[in-house]
């Protein structure tokens, strides 16, 4: 029977969905994000504690939220409408908390409703208001989010979010099944052919897989099982990371290049007042 249960721990308030097997936990309170993901006998997601519950930190692990940009701006800065604004590296929902709008269990899942709203303190860095819902949901082992982005303000808002999972894997060989025929490599900012596989090892920045939204991404995970990322086409890049011989890869589904605010505003996804955008991706892990 699937559940929600909560717990707390070192000071933070989780949330856990779970079928008695399988178990998605949730930390509202820490950027809205998933903290850990157990399918198919496995810990899906890497998790650096330390990072966790030190509240002064940036999580390193997880699936950390990217709203309402996804990677960097040049000199954290950008300007909308003649006027400067300076935002952080990957917006602003992952260094704040989330509200619980609604949880609910039943005999096929578990799920889990959060909501993050503009304020006063976000308007300083995005002249918008608007309402970010995400719905986290197992279901035969699987983990779906669905993200609604609603428009409060009068004229249309501009965003490309995305997600930052942290997947526990050792080798940094990375074999993929994508559309993509070339990716950017950012180590040295050159646009390489790719062939399914790439060598992470030793790379210093990311590399993004030019995919033009790939409905399926799917990776080996270890010698036996696979992750496979059912994602919505939308997400057009994949960006891939890794950091020394840290025992995760980050393989994330992006709507637009890092620096789309200053660089190539058309990839930008416009949310009119009057139509939510409302995007969803889904994980598990499969036998090879």
């Known amino acids: 029977m699937y559940q929600v249960k909560e717990f707390d721990q070192q000071g933070l308030h989780f949330f856990r969905l779970t079928d ?3 178990y998605v936990d949730i930390c509202p309170e820490r950027g809205g994000m998933v903290t850990a993901f157990h399918t198919n006998g496995e810990d899906v997601l890497f998790m650096n504690e330390a990072t966790l519950f030190d509240t002064s930190k940036n999580v390193r692990g997880g699936i950390p939220v990217l709203f309402p940009i996804a990677g960097q701006l040049t000199n954290k800065s950008y300007e909308w409408e003649g006027v400067a604004y300076s935002m952080d590296n990957h917006g602003l929902a992952r260094t704040r908390a989330w509200k619980v709008a609604d949880q609910s269990a039943d005999s096929n899942h578990s799920a889990l409703k959060i909501t993050f709203h503009s304020s006063e303190d976000t308007r300083e860095s995005y002249p918008f208001d608007f309402e970010a819902m995400l719905t986290y949901t197992l279901s035969d082992g699987e983990l779906t989010i669905s993200q609604t982005i609603n428009n409060l303000s009068s004229e249309s808002m501009p965003v490309y979010p995305g997600y930052h ?3 526990k894997m050792t ?3 990375l074999h993929l099944k994508s559309k993509a025929v070339s ?9 390489k052919p790719f062939n399914g596989e790439i060598n992470m090892k030793g790379l210093k920045e990311s590399v993004v897989l030019l995919n033009s939204g790939d409905p ?5 995970f270890n010698a036996t099982k696979k992750i496979v990322i059912s994602q919505d086409p939308r997400y057009r890049y994949t960006v ?3 950091e020394g011989n840290q025992p995760f890869v980050c393989v994330e589904p992006w709507t637009a290049l890092t620096n789309t605010l200053n660089e190539k505003k058309d990839d930008l ?5 009057d139509e939510p955008l409302e995007l969803s991706i ?3 892990l499969s036998d090879r």
Not at 183 to 191: A, I, Q, R, S, V
Not at 269 to 273: D, E, G, S
């Open 20 to 22: 008695g097997i399988s």
């Open 165 to 167: 999972p942290y997947f």
């Open 171 to 173: 080798d940094q060989q």
């Open 183 to 191: 990716y950017l490599d950012y180590n040295d900012h050159e646009t």
């Open 216 to 220: 399926q991404l799917v990776f080996d």
């Open 240 to 242: 891939l990371w890794v």
């Open 269 to 273: 996804l416009m949310v009119t007042p």
């Open 282 to 284: 889904a994980i598990r």
